[in-house]
């Protein structure tokens, strides 16, 4: 009677036998409930998280195509939460939120010249 550790290793050894393709064939054709564990950088060519909605394609900020970022997790029946815009370039909006949070002129201009804001 094998103990877990053991049967993880009976299993890692019987599933390096074959590829992925092979496994998603076997365990797909006897209806399983099975995910394989991705990389991250292997995500966005998986099918079932491309028809799960797990990404999204954001514009580039120039215009010049798109590029794919993860999708917000909370979803709502008839509201529409696909990007509208690219992602806001690093320090874009740092003036107009420090001025909403109460930052006067003056207290901007010192953060600049302390190197705090760019």
């Known amino acids: 009677r094998a103990n877990a550790a053991?049967?993880?290793?009976?299993?890692?050894?019987?599933?390096?036998?074959?590829?992925?393709?092979?496994?998603?064939?076997?365990?797909?054709?006897?209806?399983?409930?099975?995910?394989?564990?991705?990389?991250?950088?292997?995500?966005?060519?998986?099918?079932?998280?491309?028809a799960a909605g797990a990404y999204v394609e954001v514009p580039e900020e120039d215009g010049s195509g798109t590029y794919l970022s993860p999708a917000s997790p909370v979803r709502f029946p008839g509201f529409d939460d696909t990007p509208k815009s690219a992602s806001p370039m690093l320090g874009q909006h740092t003036i107009e939120t420090l001025k909403a949070s109460g930052f006067s002129d003056a207290e901007i201009d010192g953060l600049r010249s302390a190197g705090a804001i760019a």
């Open 6 to 50: 053991e049967l993880v290793d009976i299993l890692d050894a019987v599933f390096l036998e074959h590829d992925l393709e092979y496994w998603r064939g076997k365990l797909d054709a006897e209806d399983m409930i099975w995910a394989p564990l991705l990389r991250p950088g292997d995500v966005y060519k998986d099918p079932q998280a491309k």
